[in-house]
């Protein structure tokens, strides 16, 4: 069994979207961050990093945070979503740093200085969502003429799918880049990530794409 700490964004349901397509039983407990419980001593213990999102696994023990690390933890201990063929497990490890180092962060700066503190800092607001922009380029280019960022659907997918649900908070029109488009929309229709996206609580409905 697996305890589950998470909240309502983007590398939260990374992980609630990546047991859900596993199957596996969990546990999921809310780490309300608006309210600060990331900083409690209880949590610090699980996630020394203070954030969300992060795991028990009671089959060992193991606490776990840092999404990346969680979803290749689990990936290879389920045995599922990821590559065993060495150059296709490079290609996967690519283009899941990419994310975490890239497609994240980027992202997250775009919401902070465009959609939570519009007018504050145009500086910021330019230079987080022409990176941002560039990044869906980037992903447009790669999804050409394939269903998924490396061959089969994978951790990579899950990992990047629930930043590019806030495409409009990111002031992103799919319509300019429709690979991304289609595989935002073809990773939608799985009812395992329309489960896990509204893990641990429902906050609105799913941007269609
Ligand atoms: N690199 C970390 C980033 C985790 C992260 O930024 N979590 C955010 C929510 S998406 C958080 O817990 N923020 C609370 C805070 O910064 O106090 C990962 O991928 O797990």
Redesign the pocket.
């Known amino acids: 069994m697996i305890d589950f700490y998470t909240?309502t964004?983007?590398?939260?349901r990374?992980i609630s979207i990546l047991l859900e397509e596993l199957g596996v039983e969990y546990t999921a407990h809310s780490?309300d961050?608006g309210a600060?419980d990331?900083?409690t001593p209880e949590f610090l213990k699980i996630?020394p990093?203070?954030?969300?999102?992060?795991i028990v696994d009671h089959d060992n023990g193991l606490n776990l945070?840092?999404?990346?690390?969680?979803m290749l933890y689990l990936a290879e201990k389920y045995g599922k979503f990821m590559p065993t063929e060495p150059l296709a497990k490079a290609r996967a490890h690519e283009w899941l740093m990419w994310q975490?180092a890239g497609f994240?962060?980027m992202l997250?700066q775009t919401h902070a200085f465009h959609h939570f503190n519009k007018g504050k800092s145009e500086w910021g607001e330019e230079r987080f969502l022409t990176e941002t922009a560039r990044l869906y380029g980037v992903l447009n280019e790669r999804l050409k003429d394939r269903d998924y960022i490396v061959d089969e659907y994978s951790i990579v997918d899950m990992a990047c799918w629930p930043w590019a649900s806030r495409y409009e908070w990111q002031s992103i029109d799919l319509a300019d880049y429709p690979n991304v488009r289609a595989w935002y929309q073809r990773i939608l229709a799985r009812p395992a990530v329309q489960k896990g996206y509204h893990v641990p609580k429902k906050m609105g409905e799913i941007p269609a794409g």
């Open positions: 909240w964004t983007p590398n939260g990374k780490i961050i600060g990331q900083k996630a990093n203070n954030k969300i999102p992060a945070m840092e999404s990346g690390a969680i975490m994240g962060p997250g």
